[in-house]
């Protein structure tokens, strides 16, 4: 019997913010468990559920923060696990296109990064646990996806001597309560990193040269440039940013921040994975809705 791999989901930013986010957590079943049992004993400690929007100040929410994502890359650097991060600019070329049907562009987006996923891990049965609160028909996911080969399509002469074409089997499709499902909980704040990094990156760096010029006083002009718009909430963020930008750094993960001023991955076999989607060719454009449909008709 094959091993099965789990894999839980949620969404950021859909349909009303510019930055639109799919996270994904995968992993073996016995490891996921592991994972899961680390983070409920975090919640136990004083946090019923753990949102990314909640994690603005209020200590033990932060500390609960600080733990996932911790325990998260611990696991992510030894092979355990995976988190793959999808993001996309709803202003850019691809999906600046009239009638955007943005709940289509999201079940392509989700048949994206769920394929990679799967040929990452090079794991052909999953079992998938995404949010409850998606706007997902997951039965058409499903079914698209169990059409798709493992491995991509190979040349022509090389494909005859092929004896066997595996496509992936996504068995099991159960969506979960956020509130019940601590690996769904670590979905949201991961794809709420992505989405903030990207809104306030600018921020963030004029936040990071500040506290390099506090730590050499009398050198610099003391927080001149941090921008008058950071929040407490903001600057609660841009704290556990950093953390975590450092911890990927000492676990040598891929991760960066600097160098497009936003998370990002550059190799995205790494283990922890912010795919910053750009259009791949100048036909790459989001789905619209039928012409009659923007014409007010049924």
């Known amino acids: 019997m094959s091993t099965i791999f789990e894999a839980y989901s949620d969404e950021s930013g859909f349909p009303a913010k510019r ?15 592991i ?7 975090v919640l136990q400690k004083g946090v019923s559920e753990l949102k990314f929007e909640d994690v603005r100040g209020h200590r033990p929410k932060v500390k609960a923060a600080r733990e996932f994502l911790r325990y998260t890359v611990k696991l992510a650097a030894k092979g355990k696990v995976r988190v793959d991060v999808l993001i996309w600019d709803t202003q850019d070329t691809r999906h600046s296109v009239v009638g955007r049907d943005d709940i289509a562009n999201l079940h392509r987006m989700y048949y994206k990064v769920l394929v990679h996923v799967g040929r990452i891990w090079n794991q052909r049965d999953w079992h998938f646990y995404p949010d409850e609160g998606s706007n997902v028909d997951w039965a058409e996911i499903q079914k698209f996806l169990n059409k798709t080969r493992m491995v991509k399509r ?3 002469l090389i494909a005859l001597l092929e004896t066997e074409t595996q496509y992936f089997q996504l068995r099991h499709v159960n969506p979960r309560k956020s509130h019940d499902e601590p690996l769904i909980q670590l979905c949201d704040l991961f794809a709420g990193f992505a989405a903030f990094s990207r809104e306030k990156g600018e921020e963030y760096h004029k936040w990071v040269s500040a506290g390099k010029r506090r730590a050499q006083p009398g050198l610099f002009e003391a927080d001149d440039d941090l921008p008058e718009s950071s929040s407490k909430a903001d600057i609660v963020r841009f704290a556990l940013l950093q953390e975590f930008d450092t911890l990927c750094k000492k676990h040598k993960l891929g991760v960066s921040v600097k160098t497009k001023g936003y998370l990002w991955t550059p ?3 790494d283990p922890i994975n912010f795919w910053n989607y750009e259009p791949q060719h100048e036909a790459d454009k989001a789905p619209a809705r039928p012409s009659r449909l923007r014409r007010g008709g049924v």
């Open 19 to 33: 930055y639109h986010v799919i996270s994904v957590v995968s992993g073996r079943r016995e490891d996921m468990e």
């Open 35 to 41: 994972l899961r049992c680390y983070l409920e004993s």
């Open 154 to 156: 190979k040349p022509r």
């Open 267 to 269: 190799d995205p076999k």
